[in-house]
Nanobody
Framework: QVQLVESGGGLVQAGGSLRLSCAAS????????MGWYRQAPGKERELVAT???????NYADSVKGRFTISRDTGKNTVYLQMNSLKPEDTAVYYC???????????WGKGIRVTVSS
């Protein structure tokens, strides 16, 4: 019954910023893994950033220094702050999460980010 809902996408000019949010509902426990992936037209889905329950984070080389992943465990929400956006960042961004004692990895439906030059 877990659902993930992304928000905060849209159109922005190169050099601008966006903040994506992903709220998880339907679980009585906090997620032990949450992350962001993206898929650009004609390309495979790729990992952008992850965060685990301890707070440890990991980033793709292409976004290091520009993107920051964070979470609010009480709200079961993960955020992706995106700064210094480039046209190459244009993609559909997907949130995912894993919960204790639950087998599936849950995915949001995706949200579009478009960066104009």
């Amino acid at each position: 019954q877990v659902q993930l809902v992304e928000s905060g996408g849209g159109l922005v000019q190169a050099g601008g910023s966006l903040r994506l949010s992903c709220a998880a509902s339907g679980s009585s426990r906090s997620a032990n893994f949450m992350g962001w992936y993206r898929q650009a037209p004609g390309k495979e889905r790729e990992l952008v950033a992850t965060i685990i329950f301890s707070g440890s984070t990991n980033y793709a080389d292409s976004v290091k220094g520009r993107f920051t992943i964070s979470r609010d465990t009480g709200k079961n929400t993960v955020y992706l702050q995106m700064n210094s956006l480039k046209p190459e960042d244009t993609a559909v961004y997907y949130c995912n999460a894993k919960f204790p004692y639950m087998v599936p990895m849950y995915w949001g439906k995706g949200i579009r980010v478009t960066v104009s030059s």
